[in-house]
C-alpha cells in the first residue's frame, strides 16, 4: 500500500514540474491570460501563501500590469506577520522601484531594516550603535 502511494504522489510532482514548465513557456509566449488560468491552477501545489501571493505579483509585472504592485504589498505584508523580515525587505526594494514616490513604502522598509537589524545584532552593539547616532 505505501508503494502505490508513494508512486501516486511521485507521479503528482512530475505532473507539477512540468506544469511549472509550461507556465514558463506560456509566459515566454506573451499569453497573459492563459498564465493566469494556469497559475490558479499550479498554486495548489504550493503551501507558502505570501509565495503564492509573490508569484502572481512577478506574473502581473512581467505584464506590466499595475495590480503587480498590489500583490507585491500584500506579499511583503505576510511576509512581514510571519517575521520573514528579509524576503518581506527584498520586496519593498522592488516596490519602490515601482513606485518611487510612495513614502509610506519607504517608511515600511526601513521600519523592517531597523527590525532586522535589532533581532539580529546583539544587544551590545545596538546600544553603541544608538550612541553614535545621537552625536
Do not use: C
Not at 512530475?14 to 499550479?42: C, H, N, P, Q
Not at 505570501?50 to 509585472?61: N, S
Not at 495590480?67 to 511576509?79: D, G, P, R, W
Amino acid at each position: 500500500m505505501n508503494y502505490v502511494l508513494e508512486k501516486d504522489r511521485e507521479k503528482s510532482r512530475e505532473k507539477s514540474s512540468i506544469a511549472w514548465f509550461k507556465l514558463a513557456d506560456v509566459i515566454m509566449r506573451g499569453e497573459k491570460e492563459r498564465v493566469l488560468t494556469i497559475y490558479r491552477l499550479l498554486i495548489h501545489s504550493l503551501s507558502n501563501e505570501p509565495l503564492k501571493v509573490q508569484l502572481e505579483a512577478e506574473i502581473l509585472r512581467i505584464f506590466d500590469d499595475r495590480n503587480a504592485l498590489f500583490y507585491y504589498v500584500k506579499a511583503a505584508q505576510m511576509y512581514r506577520k510571519n517575521n520573514e523580515l528579509a524576503q518581506a525587505i527584498f520586496l519593498y526594494k522592488i516596490i519602490i522601484a515601482l513606485a518611487p514616490e510612495n513614502y509610506e513604502h519607504r517608511a515600511s522598509l526601513q521600519a523592517l531594516q531597523d527590525e532586522l537589524l535589532q533581532n539580529f545584532l546583539p544587544s551590545t552593539v545596538q546600544a553603541s550603535l544608538s550612541q553614535t547616532a545621537s552625536y
